[in-house]
């Protein structure tokens, strides 16, 4: 199961393994007290990417859109999520406000996707060249 949540929101017993997928270290966390299974960094959108969206609601179709070819494009970066996901609770932490359109909800709906397809065959998936 794959979970999105505020990194500012209270930890549950429910959450799982708690993955921050943000670039930048969330404002007014503590690195020492932030409960997590891992920072990944390298799977946030890129630099340029965030800075084009900027959190703007009518560019997030179109951030969506960019964001999923970059992670198609390093697949390296998120298949251990699939495993955590099929064992158990994985809670991706996002540190934006809006709870509808970030990263982290594009990259769970990524992630659910892609579980669906491991699911289907036996067969690794080839993300060469591959068009969102």
Request: net charge negative.
């Amino acid at each position: 199961m794959i979970q999105c949540k505020r990194v500012y929101e209270a930890q549950s017993t429910s959450d799982g393994q708690r993955v921050l997928v943000d670039r930048l270290w969330p404002r007014g966390c503590n690195k020492a007290t932030l409960d997590l299974h891992a920072w990944l960094k390298d799977l946030a959108p890129s630099s340029e990417l965030r800075k084009q969206f900027d959190h703007t609601p009518a560019l997030f179709e179109e951030f969506r859109e960019h964001y999923r070819r970059e992670l198609a494009a390093h697949p390296e970066y998120w298949q251990g999520l699939l495993d955590i996901a099929e064992q158990g609770t994985l809670t991706l932490l996002y540190a934006a406000r809006d709870t509808q359109r970030n990263n982290a909800q594009v990259l769970a709906e990524f992630l659910e996707e892609e579980l669906d397809r491991r699911a289907e065959s036996s067969s690794p998936v080839c993300y060469t060249n591959r068009q969102e």
